[in-house]
């Protein structure tokens, strides 16, 4: 990874900024958790590989971010709203129409001129969809692509995934035990296809994650589904909290603060997979919430949102330019805060991302 430094653009960024990076970005993978793919090496599931044109893109961002003029580097697409599961906590409305197939390639070459490195293609399940591998083929080799899916995924689409481009797949997994997952996700048998689309995932060559909502009832079981998980062969596991859906399973103060230190305990266990941990993402010590500031979200009805879980809208790509869009909606999220906007709790303090981009 030394070689990275090396890098013309990674010279060009704050000196601050390369130590932000290397503390955080590289602790990601741990040196008996980094993959390869290819001949690349993988840090996250979330990250372009090393080296490839995407994580050129992703350098890109990151220069043009310390110059005042950051990109919308993430990308989520809600493809339907159609799923065969009833969670509790999904905040997609049911019984939408599906974004049209053009519109979208529209949008994501739009997307990809303004400089976007990562699409993450979603719903309901975006596996309901047969033009999804058409849509993964379209944002090309300057971007990655990546989808997340409560399954099922079986081994004939898991190989077309792959074969379009697709770098990764999270797939929905809300317990170890289950009974317990099934309750939750709404859907017997939920447990089984999850575990079997995560094997075939696996066995397709692709990044395989999982992810999580995690609420208080779970918190003393988080230890016990990571070890499982990552027995299960899965890389990267993306912890949420339940934010649209119902207050009473909110977390406390102190709960959100332990899924902030379970990202660190994970950077030295070798029983966890690599972790991404929302609470450690919107907080002072990484990113900060970044919320319109560098990603957006579009609903499987075109509408345009600096979140999921931030229903602001700002316009639609149905009627309008997305680039139009993004830069109406950046100049009202200029900065990232601490703290996620969608729980109404941001502080007006600048994350350390931030302060290390800007700072040179």
Known sequence: M?????????????????????????????????????????????????????FDTFLDAQVKASQGEPVPEIVNISLTSGCENDCWHCNTPGEREDLDTEVILEAIKDLKELGTFQFLFTGGNPLLRDDLEE???????????????????????????????????????EHH????????????????????????????GMLTGSWIVVTSEKISELDRYLKFVKEKGVTDVAIFEPILSDDEKMLEKEEREYLKEIQMIARKK?????????????????????????????????????????REGWGNIYEDDIQEIWKEMHGEYSRPLCGCLALNNPEDRLPEYYRKLIRR
């Open 2 to 54: 030394f070689k990275l430094f090396l890098d013309k653009k990674v010279r060009a960024l704050p000196w601050r900024f390369k130590l932000f990076i290397f503390k955080h970005y590289f602790s990601l993978g741990r040196s008996d958790n980094v993959q390869e793919i290819d001949g690349k090496k993988v840090l996250s599931i979330y990250l372009p590989l090393f080296p490839s044109e995407a």
């Open 135 to 173: 849509l993964i083929k379209a944002t090309g080799d300057s971007s990655v692509a990546l989808v997340s899916t409560p399954g099922p995924v079986d081994k004939e689409r898991a190989k077309s995934l792959k074969e379009a481009g697709c770098q990764g797949v999270l797939v929905a997994l």
């Open 177 to 204: 035990e289950e009974e317990k997952n099934d309750e939750i996700m709404g859907c017997e048998g939920a447990y089984g296809r999850s575990l079997r689309s995560i094997e075939n995932v696996r066995d397709a």
């Open 270 to 310: 070798k029983a966890y997979p690599r972790i991404i941990s929302g609470p450690f993402m919107d907080s002072e010590d990484f990113m900060g919430c970044t919320a319109g500031y560098n990603r957006m979200y579009i609903s499987e009805e075109g509408e345009v949102f600096p979140c999921d879980m931030l």
